[in-house]
Structures are given as structure tokens and as C-alpha cells.
RNA sequence: GGAGGCUUAGCUCAGCUGGUCAGAGUGCCUGCUUCACACGCAGGAGGUCGCGCGUUCGAGCCGCGCAGUCUCCACCA
């Protein structure tokens, strides 16, 4: 017989054991079967640097989801999971982990240090990998892959050749974002820019025929070092004859000209500016336009070069304030001022970056946007919510070419070498040893490795086996959905869209599932500096993994970012101890383990009911996740189980399992089952190990719920008509309560029933369980009721009588239903006055008119009856 | 400077193509050792859906304007 089953649901004893069955089942391997419809995700992979985070709970459990949900419905599903090496980040960890050491890069070398990533990436790699599993996450793990690993590398290398051979790669001198921490260039989407309070210093240039001054202002004195010329704007009036003389750089000395350009805004500052081509975009930008030297004055950790001896090794910061002090001294500073400005900074260490000329490999962009857009104009990938197409718009149309070496050791080396004979550059997808222009064995490998979002571009193909023809990649290529955070569009979604479709000629995947970032509380974005983070394994260690799921899963809508508070996780929680309690009155209330047939012959009313509401259920969740609409799937299913399965269902079933018609209780029994299994199936996507654990307690066809069949609506159990006239019973129950609690008797004392209706024999047939719910002794169904002393409440359907002599008053009885009868009078009225109106009869849809003339003869039932009641009343008075 | 989100019960949020849409959870109040569950049961109070104008037979839901708030992008030295 069945297993007794604790009074609480104790997360910690199941969700391990039921991890492991499902892992020993093999039921989240893809079988790659040819005959069978796909539905593949590929994970967005975390990096290897640290642990999970609530971002990543809310992605994983968003994924799970959809996998379990096409699983279910037959689909060959495959979500392959893995992790990125995150260059950037996983050095800058390992390089501070070294310092603690007090080792650095140089001291141990190339391979010493990549040897300590691997090591690093064995164990934090395996440690994430771990915690996907505590999540309940479905993956196909004997598909894990990893953006260094073989497979990928080898991806990342036909990329990088097949892009350089089209000429879309190429490397050139370029300014670049040069974060002098991480002491490497950066991508333009990888600088973050914040408000900081500065200063605004302005400074006089002497003329060198000393005919005097130009003034201007800056808020990087430092880089004066670095100016070859100054700009001004060549329509302002003020400064038209001083274009093209000269200028005396203070304290340098140097001569530098005055050039016209329409960079410059006439009327912000003294609409002058100095021009240092080395440091600034936009002075770049002019210095290419008026042919100006380039002299950078910064070393690569931002300190003065040694062309300035005075300065040199000094920091920028430091720098700045000598070369203010000597400007001050020279007479050259004018005055300072309190400047707030945007700065850029490092998204990795926050540092301020140093816009630095330098050699780099760049990707060409223009070529590859276009086709990355009109993939989503046309709509072969569709973004969901659809309003996060604009930021995929904004960016790749507004693209600038795409920065991709990084002066780092972890990562993809870039396959491009270096003749020192010739000076060509030789780039190969095979190790080269020979330059292929000379043929001069004397070639060294560029040192540089590739941005880490170089690889993450390739992962929904290089995962499956590209470049080969697996069977894999043919099968499950292009995936389905991609599920990632709205953060992350123009790091990886709009990377992978171009590189897809340039590589493979197909859109990686239809659909890109955005969602946002989960905040504490306050709303606070969560952070390590402000220590506000919560684990997700502390809360799954707290709560349960469904639990967490649960919350993270309902009560928001895609795209919208969302608060964790921990009182929905108890919410969630005490959800799932709710589900445990149903099985547990189902489990002892069965007598066998066998699965009961259902028999419609042997149907009562509330069969008919629960069959067609769940009916109702199984096709809203099914079409709501179809849609991506989770949250109101997930609310669907919560509001079905706890207030129309336990809070009627079971209860209603209570009088026949207790009853001696063996008949019915087995009647109940099977359509307990029957339903309840149903709705664990489907809430099995949302919260997978307790409905496993249950299902797995059930009578059950079938090996695992992970596995079993999705419910889908069965016409068969469509009783439309049934549920109308169930409705009238619940009616009858609800106002009954309603007026024992305004009356104040307490449920032990019960009293007889009296119903008048209409209908007798539907309140015949839900006459044991009005009796259960409402308190009543029994029920007395008939016409003529002896009203004397009874008290009196009126439904659309019935009219009903509980004679409880002790507390009735004629007078408030009397006052009461008028109210009531007050009430549905401008009910009627109001609905007469919608229905006499002839542009809605005419305009409104059929249905609509419909439904309100059914409301219309609802009321008049229920108003018929009420007068009835209240010339009864007064007679007795 | 540009773009977008949000503004619905005390709090956190749902409300799909406009027509039982005024909801949920939590909190609060009143009862309840009802044979699954007090992580529970029954009942209840609480909102002119930010403000204004418009479209419509009908508007939290569509349009315009305003206010508050948050975010993203750009960035004037």
C-alpha cells in the first residue's frame, strides 16, 4: 500500500534523490531522432568566475520551463548546457588571487599561468555546474561543452579565417577603449559610462607671434602633454582670422596650429579645444581630418611615457596635478571650476578607461549588420517582449567596428602570425610554421587572445559541432528559444545573430525570450559592494528548489525586472505544502495502487465540474506557455489547485469517500486521481521535484512524470451545461456562510437547510455536500417552505431557508433584503440601460450582447425571488 | 540630447487581441483543535486603476499632453 507520507513536504529529503532518478533514467538526453520535432535550447553559458546568482536562478528556471513543458509534449528536446572561460573576468580573478601570493603573470609565464586557469576552471566550472543541478535544471548533460574547449577553439579559429579571408577582419591602428587595470583594450559596449565630479581647468595658449592668448578649458589637463593642435568651429565669428596661426603649447613648448572643425560647438566653454589625437575619440577623429601627429603620453598602465621626464612615471592622476602646479607657475592657468561628467569606466574593475591609440584586430561591422537586421525586421527571430527590438536596432545600426584583441592570456589566441623576414601576416586555422608569404620559418603568433564574447557569438553552432556536419547540428540547428536577460542584447544576441547568420546562412534561433533583473527588496540592482545579494542556494536550502522556482516564475511580466522578496518564496512554499497535503488526503483515501478507470457512467454533478474546469486549465496553461506568457500559466495552476481542487473539489468528495456507496467512492477516487495527476503533469515545468516526488506516491501510467504525457484538452470531459448548474450549489454554499459569519454562529452549530429553486434536482444531488459545507444538518429540497422564523437568502437560483427561530429578526431580515433588492434593481437598470442602447446592440459583438442579456435574466430571476421573499416576510409580520 | 519601462488595495505585483477586470500574494480584522494541510479553513474591510484631454456604443487596457520614477543609449572638450 501506499507510503505514509510526512504532514510537511520536506524539500531536502526528495530533490536530490529525484535529481539522481531522473539522471539515472537518461530522460534529459536528446536522442537526436530524425523522425521527431526539435525544440532546443542552448544555455546562456555562465562564466566560470564565481557561483550562481539570483540573474542566473530566474534564467535557468525560465529555460527549465519550456524544455520540461516541449519534453512533455513529445518534442526531441535538447538544452545543452556549459560555461564561458570569460576571459577577462576569470584573469582578473586569478591575477588577484596571485597577488595575494604575491606572484604576478611575468613570474610564472604564459603556460604557468594558463595552467593555474585550467585549474581554476576545473573547480569553479564544476562548482556552477553543481549548482544548475540544485536549480532542478534539465540538461542534457553528456552535451556539456565549454567556449575553450576543443571543439569550440576550433569553431572560433574557422570564424576568425573564413572573416579575415573576406576581408571583414583586419587589424589597423585604430583608438580603442584601453582599460589600464586590466591592462587590455575593450570593446565600445563594454565601457560603462558614470557621472563623476570633476573639474573644469582653463587655460590660456600664448600665441607664438605674441599677439596673445587663446583660452580654452579642459577637464584632462594632463593630456595637454599629448595636444598637436587646437580647434575651433570654422563659423564662429570670434576666432576667424587666429585659424591657421600658431601656438605655443605651455609647458612643452611646443608649436601646435589652430585648425577649423565642426566638431567643435560654438557656444559651450570658450568654444576652443585642445586636440590630443592620442586620448580622445573625437580628437582622433580630427587629427585624421587635419592630418595631426599622434604623440600618446601614457604607458599602458596610464602613467606619463619617458619623453617627459619630469613627469614620467607618474600616474594620470598624479600627472595632473604637477602639470596644473607647473601650468599655474607658467601663468597659463586661467581659473578652475566644479565640472559633474561622464566617465568612462571598466565594466569588468570599474577603472577609468583610457581612450589609447593602438594596433588591434577589429571586425567589420557594417557588412554583417545588415543581415542581422533584416533577420528581425522580417521576422525569422522574433524578440519577446517585442519592444527589445529597438535596443537590437539602436545598436547594430549605429555600429562601430568591433575591437576583438585583448592584450590576455586566457582565452582564444588569435591565429595570425608574424614574419619577420617579409613583415606579412600569415593567418591559419592550423598551427602555422611557415609565413605563407615568404615561406621564412622565422614567424611568431600574435601574443593576444580574442574578446571573450568572440566565442559566446558561436555558441548556438559551435556547440552542436560546427564547422563539421554532425548529426547533431543538422538535427538541432537553429534552435529554438534563447532565453537571456535584456542586459545582455548587445553583448551576445546581436554577436550571435550576425555570426549565425554569416556563418551557417540561418538564424541561430526563432525566438529571444527577454527577461529582467531580479533586485532586492528596495529595488536595489543587487551588488557585492552593497552586499545585498541573495544565493540562490541558501534560499533552495531554506525553501526548496521548487520553492524558488515558483516565485521567480509568477508574478511579473516578461521583460520587467522584479523584486525577490522572501515573503513570496514562503508563499511558494507553503504552495507546495499544499500540493504535498492533497496527495496525502488522495494517497490515504485509495485503496490500492492501480490506476481506476474512469467510468462518465457512474459521474456525479461535481465530476462533471472538476473534469471540465481542469479541461479549461489544461488548454489556458498549455496556450499560455506557447506564448511565453509563464506568469499567467503558473497563476492559472495555483489558483485551479488551491481554490477550485482543494478548496471545493476534495471537499466535496469528503462525503462520498466517507459515504457507504462503494460505487461512488471509487468514483471519487478515480476522478481525484485522474485530475490530480493531470495537474501535477501540468505543473511539473514549474515546480519539477514535487510533482515528481507525488506523482512518483500516485497510481500512475508510466515511468516518470519528467517523461509522461502533456494533458491536453479532451472534448470528451466538456460539461459546459454541468458546470453552470454547479455553480448554483457553490452559490447556495457561499451565501450560506456568508450570512452563519454576519450572524456570528460558529460552524459546530449546525441547522437544517431549506431550498426552494427551480431546479430542485440539481440541490438534490449536491444536497450531502451542502450539508458538509455549509454547515447543515440536512437539506430539505422542495417549494413550500414554512418561512416563520427561518432565516432567509436569496441566490440567482434559490431561494433558502435556515430556520433558526433564536436569531431571526423580522425587522433587519426585511431591511436586509430590500438592500439586497435595492441592489440587483440597479443591477437591472444598468444593464437595461446598456441593452436599450442601440449602437451597442448593434456595434458590440453578438457574444457580448449576449452575455449581458443572460446577466440581465439572472437578476430578474433573482429580483423575482426577492420580492417573493420580502411579501412573504410581510405577511408574517 | 535620444529611446524605453513603470505609476492598479498598507506592501510586492498580475491584468492576454478594449466588453463580469476591478484581481492575486502578503499584511490587517472576525470566527474556527471541520477526520490533507495553522506552511491551514471560513468570512470580511481596503483601490474615482498617477493627472488631464481625446477615440469608441464601451477604456487600467488605444491616442495625445502633463507629472513623478527607474533604466538604457549617446556624450560637449
Not at 512 to 520: A, E, K, S
Given at each position: 500500500?501506499?507510503?505514509?507520507?510526512?504532514?510537511?513536504?520536506?524539500p531536502k529529503?526528495?530533490e536530490d534523490r529525484i535529481y539522481q532518478?531522473w539522471l539515472?533514467?537518461?530522460?534529459f538526453h536528446a536522442?537526436?531522432?530524425?523522425?521527431?520535432?526539435?525544440?532546443?535550447i542552448v544555455i546562456p553559458p555562465p562564466n566560470i568566475t564565481g557561483q550562481l546568482h539570483m540573474g542566473h536562478a530566474l534564467d535557468e528556471t525560465l529555460q527549465d520551463?519550456?524544455i520540461?513543458?516541449?519534453?512533455?509534449?513529445?518534442?526531441?528536446?535538447l538544452w545543452l548546457p556549459g560555461t564561458d572561460h570569460a576571459s577577462i573576468a576569470t584573469e582578473a580573478k586569478i591575477v588577484e588571487a596571485m597577488r595575494k601570493e604575491g606572484v604576478t603573470k611575468e613570474d610564472i609565464g604564459r603556460d604557468g599561468f594558463l595552467e593555474r586557469a585550467w585549474d581554476w576552471k576545473a573547480k569553479y566550472g564544476g562548482r556552477i555546474i553543481e549548482q544548475l543541478k540544485k536549480l532542478g535544471s534539465s540538461c542534457d548533460w553528456e552535451r556539456e561543452r565549454f567556449t575553450l574547449d576543443d571543439g569550440c577553439s576550433k569553431a572560433v579559429r574557422?570564424?576568425?579565417?573564413?572573416?579575415?579571408?573576406?576581408?571583414?577582419?583586419?587589424?589597423?591602428?585604430?583608438?580603442?577603449?584601453?582599460c589600464?587595470h586590466c591592462c587590455t583594450s575593450i570593446s565600445?559596449a563594454e565601457v560603462e559610462?558614470?557621472?563623476?565630479?570633476?573639474?573644469?581647468?582653463?587655460?590660456?595658449?600664448?600665441?607664438?607671434?605674441?599677439?596673445?592668448?587663446?583660452?580654452?578649458?579642459?577637464?584632462?589637463?594632463?593630456?595637454?602633454?599629448?595636444?598637436?593642435?587646437?580647434?575651433?568651429?570654422?563659423?564662429?565669428?570670434?576666432?576667424?582670422?587666429?585659424?591657421?596661426?600658431?601656438?605655443?603649447?605651455?609647458?612643452?613648448?611646443?608649436?601646435?596650429?589652430?585648425?577649423?572643425?565642426?566638431?567643435?560647438?560654438?557656444?559651450?566653454?570658450?568654444?576652443?579645444?585642445?586636440?590630443?589625437?592620442?586620448?580622445?575619440?573625437?580628437?582622433?577623429?580630427?587629427?585624421?581630418?587635419?592630418?595631426?601627429?599622434?604623440?600618446?603620453?601614457?604607458?599602458?598602465?596610464?602613467?606619463?611615457?619617458?619623453?617627459?621626464?619630469?613627469?614620467?612615471?607618474?600616474?594620470?592622476?598624479?600627472?595632473?596635478?604637477?602639470?596644473?602646479?607647473?601650468?599655474?607657475?607658467?601663468?597659463?592657468?586661467?581659473?578652475?571650476?566644479?565640472?559633474?561628467?561622464?566617465?568612462?569606466t571598466c565594466y569588468r574593475c570599474g577603472t577609468?578607461?583610457?581612450?589609447?591609440?593602438?594596433?588591434?584586430?577589429?571586425?567589420?561591422?557594417?557588412?554583417?549588420?545588415?543581415?542581422?537586421?533584416?533577420?528581425?525586421?522580417?521576422?525569422?527571430?522574433?524578440?519577446?517582449?517585442?519592444?527589445?527590438?529597438?535596443?537590437?536596432?539602436?545598436?547594430?545600426?549605429?555600429?562601430?567596428?568591433?575591437?576583438i584583441s585583448r592584450q590576455l592570456w586566457w582565452g582564444h589566441r588569435i591565429?595570425?602570425?608574424?614574419?619577420?623576414?617579409?613583415?606579412?601576416?600569415?593567418?591559419?586555422?592550423?598551427?602555422?610554421?611557415?609565413?605563407?608569404?615568404?615561406?621564412?620559418?622565422?614567424?611568431?603568433?600574435?601574443p593576444d587572445t580574442l574578446d571573450t564574447w568572440f566565442s559566446s557569438a558561436l555558441w548556438p553552432f559551435s556547440t552542436l559541432g560546427?564547422?563539421?556536419?554532425?548529426?547533431?547540428?543538422?538535427?538541432?540547428?537553429?534552435t529554438?528559444?534563447l532565453v537571456t536577460g535584456y542586459d545582455i542584447i548587445p553583448f551576445w544576441v546581436?554577436r550571435m545573430?550576425?555570426?549565425?547568420?554569416?556563418?551557417?546562412?540561418?538564424?541561430?534561433?526563432?525566438?529571444?525570450?527577454?527577461h529582467?533583473l531580479v533586485r532586492d527588496?528596495?529595488?536595489?540592482k543587487m551588488s557585492k559592494s552593497l552586499g545585498n545579494g541573495i544565493d540562490p542556494l541558501e534560499v533552495i536550502d531554506q525553501y526548496g528548489a521548487?520553492?524558488l522556482r515558483?516565485?521567480l516564475?509568477?508574478?511579473?511580466?516578461?521583460?520587467?525586472?522584479?523584486?525577490y522578496?522572501?515573503?513570496?518564496?514562503?508563499?511558494?512554499?507553503?504552495?507546495?505544502?499544499?500540493?504535498?497535503?492533497?496527495?496525502?488526503?488522495?494517497?490515504?483515501?485509495?485503496?490500492?495502487?492501480?490506476?481506476?478507470?474512469?467510468?462518465?457512467?457512474?459521474?456525479?454533478?461535481?465530476?462533471?465540474?472538476?473534469?471540465?474546469?481542469?479541461?479549461?486549465?489544461?488548454?489556458?496553461?498549455?496556450?499560455?506557455?506557447?506564448?511565453?506568457?509563464?506568469?499567467?500559466?503558473?497563476?492559472?495552476?495555483?489558483?485551479?489547485?488551491?481554490?477550485?481542487?482543494?478548496?471545493?473539489?476534495?471537499?466535496?468528495?469528503?462525503?462520498?469517500?466517507?459515504?457507504?456507496?462503494?460505487?461512488?467512492?471509487?468514483?471519487?477516487?478515480?476522478?481525484?486521481?485522474?485530475?490530480?495527476?493531470?495537474?501535477?503533469?501540468?505543473?511539473?515545468?514549474?515546480?519539477p521535484y514535487?510533482?515528481?516526488?507525488?506523482?512518483?506516491?500516485?497510481?500512475?501510467?508510466?515511468?516518470?512524470?519528467?517523461?509522461?504525457?502533456?494533458?491536453?484538452?479532451?472534448?470528451?470531459?466538456?460539461?459546459?451545461?454541468?458546470?453552470?448548474?454547479?455553480?448554483?450549489?457553490?452559490?447556495?454554499?457561499?451565501?450560506?456562510?456568508?450570512?452563519?459569519?454576519?450572524?456570528?454562529?460558529?460552524?459546530?452549530?449546525?441547522?437544517?437547510?431549506?431550498?426552494?429553486?427551480?431546479?430542485?434536482?440539481?440541490?438534490?444531488?449536491?444536497?450531502?455536500?451542502?450539508?458538509?459545507?455549509?454547515?447543515?444538518?440536512?437539506?430539505?429540497?422542495?417549494?413550500?417552505?414554512?418561512?416563520?422564523?427561518?432565516?432567509?437568502?436569496?441566490?440567482?437560483?434559490?431561494?433558502?431557508?435556515?430556520?433558526?427561530?433564536?436569531?431571526?429578526?423580522?425587522?433587519?431580515?426585511?431591511?436586509?433584503?430590500?438592500?439586497?433588492?435595492?441592489?440587483?434593481?440597479?443591477?437591472?437598470?444598468?444593464?437595461?440601460?446598456?441593452?436599450?442602447?442601440?449602437?451597442?446592440?448593434?456595434?458590440?459583438?453578438?457574444?457580448?450582447?449576449?452575455?449581458?442579456?443572460?446577466?440581465?435574466?439572472?437578476?430578474?430571476?433573482?429580483?423575482?425571488?426577492?420580492?417573493?421573499?420580502?411579501?412573504?416576510?410581510?405577511?408574517?409580520?
Amino acid at each position: 500500500m501506499n507510503r505514509e507520507l510526512a504532514k510537511q513536504y520536506d524539500p531536502k529529503e526528495v530533490e536530490d534523490r529525484i535529481y539522481q532518478m531522473w539522471l539515472d533514467g537518461n530522460y534529459f538526453h536528446a536522442k537526436c531522432d530524425p523522425e521527431k520535432k526539435t525544440f532546443t535550447i542552448v544555455i546562456p553559458p555562465p562564466n566560470i568566475t564565481g557561483q550562481l546568482h539570483m540573474g542566473h536562478a530566474l534564467d535557468e528556471t525560465l529555460q527549465d520551463i519550456l524544455i520540461r513543458f516541449k519534453r512533455m509534449q513529445g518534442y526531441d528536446t535538447l538544452w545543452l548546457p556549459g560555461t564561458d572561460h570569460a576571459s577577462i573576468a576569470t584573469e582578473a580573478k586569478i591575477v588577484e588571487a596571485m597577488r595575494k601570493e604575491g606572484v604576478t603573470k611575468e613570474d610564472i609565464g604564459r603556460d604557468g599561468f594558463l595552467e593555474r586557469a585550467w585549474d581554476w576552471k576545473a573547480k569553479y566550472g564544476g562548482r556552477i555546474i553543481e549548482q544548475l543541478k540544485k536549480l532542478g535544471s534539465s540538461c542534457d548533460w553528456e552535451r556539456e561543452r565549454f567556449t575553450l574547449d576543443d571543439g569550440c577553439s576550433k569553431a572560433v579559429r574557422e570564424v576568425f579565417v573564413n572573416l579575415y579571408e573576406k576581408g571583414l577582419i583586419y587589424r589597423g591602428e585604430r583608438i580603442i577603449n584601453w582599460c589600464p587595470h586590466c591592462c587590455t583594450s575593450i570593446s565600445d559596449a563594454e565601457v560603462e559610462y558614470e557621472e563623476q565630479q570633476g573639474h573644469f581647468w582653463h587655460l590660456r595658449y600664448p600665441f607664438k607671434d605674441g599677439s596673445g592668448y587663446l583660452e580654452l578649458a579642459t577637464t584632462r589637463p594632463e593630456t595637454l602633454l599629448g595636444d598637436t593642435a587646437v580647434a575651433v568651429n570654422p563659423n564662429d565669428e570670434r576666432y576667424k582670422d587666429i585659424v591657421g596661426k600658431t601656438l605655443i603649447l605651455p609647458i612643452v613648448h611646443r608649436e601646435i596650429p589652430v585648425v577649423a572643425d565642426d566638431y567643435v560647438e560654438m557656444d559651450f566653454g570658450t568654444g576652443v579645444v585642445k586636440i590630443t589625437p592620442a586620448h580622445d575619440p573625437n580628437d582622433f577623429e580630427v587629427g585624421l581630418r587635419h592630418n595631426l601627429e599622434v604623440i600618446n603620453v601614457l604607458t599602458d598602465d596610464a602613467k606619463i611615457v619617458a619623453d617627459y621626464p619630469k613627469y614620467a612615471g607618474m600616474d594620470r592622476y598624479e600627472a595632473r596635478k604637477a602639470i596644473v602646479a607647473d601650468l599655474e607657475a607658467e601663468g597659463a592657468l586661467v581659473k578652475i571650476e566644479d565640472y559633474s561628467h561622464n566617465v568612462g569606466t571598466c565594466y569588468r574593475c570599474g577603472t577609468t578607461v583610457e581612450p589609447r591609440v593602438s594596433k588591434q584586430w577589429f571586425v567589420s561591422m557594417k557588412p554583417l549588420a545588415g543581415p542581422a537586421i533584416d533577420a528581425v525586421k522580417d521576422g525569422r527571430t522574433k524578440f519577446v517582449p517585442q519592444r527589445f527590438e529597438k535596443i537590437y536596432f539602436h545598436w547594430l545600426e549605429n555600429i562601430r567596428d568591433w575591437c576583438i584583441s585583448r592584450q590576455l592570456w586566457w582565452g582564444h589566441r588569435i591565429p595570425a602570425w608574424y614574419c619577420a623576414d617579409c613583415g606579412e601576416i600569415t593567418v591559419s586555422r592550423e598551427d602555422a610554421h611557415v609565413c605563407a608569404h615568404c615561406g621564412s620559418k622565422n614567424i611568431t603568433q600574435d601574443p593576444d587572445t580574442l574578446d571573450t564574447w568572440f566565442s559566446s557569438a558561436l555558441w548556438p553552432f559551435s556547440t552542436l559541432g560546427w564547422p563539421e556536419e554532425t548529426e547533431d547540428f543538422k538535427h538541432f540547428y537553429p534552435t529554438n528559444t534563447l532565453v537571456t536577460g535584456y542586459d545582455i542584447i548587445p553583448f551576445w544576441v546581436m554577436r550571435m545573430m550576425f555570426s549565425g547568420l554569416e556563418q551557417t546562412g540561418q538564424v541561430p534561433f526563432d525566438t529571444v525570450l527577454i527577461h529582467g533583473l531580479v533586485r532586492d527588496s528596495q529595488g536595489r540592482k543587487m551588488s557585492k559592494s552593497l552586499g545585498n545579494g541573495i544565493d540562490p542556494l541558501e534560499v533552495i536550502d531554506q525553501y526548496g528548489a521548487d520553492a524558488l522556482r515558483f516565485s521567480l516564475a509568477t508574478g511579473n511580466s516578461p521583460g520587467n525586472d522584479m523584486r525577490y522578496i522572501n515573503e513570496r518564496v514562503e508563499a511558494s512554499r507553503n504552495f507546495a505544502n499544499k500540493m504535498w497535503n492533497a496527495a496525502r488526503f488522495i494517497l490515504m483515501n485509495l485503496k490500492s495502487d492501480e490506476v481506476l478507470p474512469l467510468k462518465p457512467e457512474n459521474f456525479a454533478l461535481e465530476d462533471k465540474w472538476i473534469l471540465s474546469q481542469f479541461n479549461t486549465l489544461a488548454a489556458g496553461v498549455t496556450e499560455n506557455l506557447e506564448r511565453y506568457e509563464l506568469g499567467l500559466a503558473v497563476q492559472k495552476l495555483y489558483d485551479f489547485i488551491w481554490d477550485v481542487f482543494c478548496d471545493w473539489y476534495i471537499e466535496i468528495c469528503k462525503s462520498r469517500l466517507n459515504g457507504e456507496d462503494e460505487t461512488a467512492a471509487d468514483t471519487a477516487r478515480a476522478v481525484l486521481t485522474h485530475v490530480f495527476t493531470g495537474t501535477l503533469a501540468l505543473m511539473h515545468p514549474f515546480m519539477p521535484y514535487i510533482t515528481e516526488e507525488i506523482w512518483q506516491s500516485m497510481p500512475h501510467c508510466g515511468e516518470a512524470l519528467v517523461v509522461a504525457e502533456w494533458p491536453t484538452y479532451t472534448e470528451a470531459f466538456n460539461f459546459t451545461a454541468e458546470e453552470g448548474e454547479f455553480e448554483k450549489i457553490m452559490a447556495v454554499i457561499k451565501a450560506v456562510r456568508n450570512r452563519r459569519a454576519e450572524m456570528n454562529v460558529p460552524a459546530s452549530k449546525k441547522a437544517k437547510v431549506c431550498i426552494a429553486s427551480a431546479t430542485p434536482e440539481t440541490f438534490r444531488a449536491g444536497a450531502a455536500y451542502i450539508c458538509r459545507l455549509a454547515s447543515a444538518t440536512e437539506v430539505e429540497v422542495g417549494d413550500d417552505f414554512d418561512a416563520d422564523g427561518a432565516v432567509r437568502i436569496v441566490t440567482d437560483a434559490a431561494t433558502v431557508f435556515i430556520p433558526m427561530k433564536e436569531l431571526v429578526d423580522a425587522e433587519k431580515e426585511l431591511e436586509r433584503l430590500n438592500k439586497e433588492l435595492e441592489a440587483a434593481n440597479n443591477d437591472k437598470a444598468f444593464i437595461e440601460k446598456k441593452l436599450s442602447n442601440e449602437n451597442f446592440v448593434s456595434k458590440a459583438p453578438a457574444a457580448v450582447v449576449d452575455q449581458q442579456r443572460q446577466n440581465l435574466a439572472k437578476v430578474c430571476d433573482k429580483i423575482a425571488l426577492l420580492e417573493n421573499s420580502i411579501a412573504e416576510m410581510e405577511k408574517l409580520k
